[in-house]
C-alpha cells in the first residue's frame, strides 16, 4: 500500500499563487506515476498535473497549462503543485494520486490506485 498526504490548500485572492504538496509513504518503490486531480462542487474529479518519477514525462490540463507547475522530489517522495495567477473556477478539492503506470499518465481518475485526503484551494475575486 502507498499512502498520501495533500498539503497547502488555503483560501487566496484571485492571480495569486499557492504551492501544494504531496508526499508518500509505504510501498513508494510500486509507484511511478504521481498527479494532481481536482473535483469542484456537483462537477466531476478532473485531472490537473501528472509527473513520471523518473522525469521523463509531465502532463497539464488544458486549463492549467502556462499556470500551473508540477515538480518532484524523489528523494523526499514528494510531488509539489506550483499554482500561479489562480482564477476563481480553480476553486476545488485537489487531490494527489499514485499508482504504477509503466510511463503512462492516464487522465482517468480510474487509473490511480492510491489517493490523499485531498486539500481545498478556494479562490475568490
Known amino acids: 500500500q502507498v499512502q498520501l498526504v495533500e498539503s497547502g490548500g488555503r483560501l487566496v485572492q484571485a492571480g495569486g499563487s499557492l504551492r501544494l504538496s504531496c508526499v508518500a509513504s509505504?510501498?513508494?518503490?510500486?509507484?511511478?506515476?504521481m498527479v494532481w486531480f481536482r473535483q469542484a462542487p456537483g462537477k466531476k474529479r478532473e485531472f490537473v498535473a501528472g509527473?513520471?518519477?523518473?522525469?521523463?514525462?509531465?502532463k497539464y490540463a488544458d486549463s492549467v497549462k502556462g499556470r500551473f507547475t508540477i515538480s518532484r522530489d524523489n528523494a523526499k517522495n514528494m510531488v509539489y503543485l506550483q499554482m500561479n495567477n489562480l482564477k476563481p473556477e480553480d476553486t476545488a478539492i485537489y487531490y494527489c494520486?499514485?499508482?504504477?503506470?509503466?510511463?503512462?499518465?492516464?487522465?482517468?481518475?480510474?487509473?490511480?490506485?492510491?489517493w490523499g485526503q485531498g486539500t481545498q484551494v478556494t479562490v475568490f475575486s
Open positions: 509527473a513520471l518519477w523518473n522525469g521523463s514525462s509531465t
Open positions: 509505504g510501498r513508494t518503490w510500486s509507484i511511478d506515476a
Open positions: 494520486a499514485a499508482d504504477k503506470r509503466c510511463g503512462e499518465l492516464p487522465l482517468a481518475a480510474s487509473g490511480y490506485s492510491y
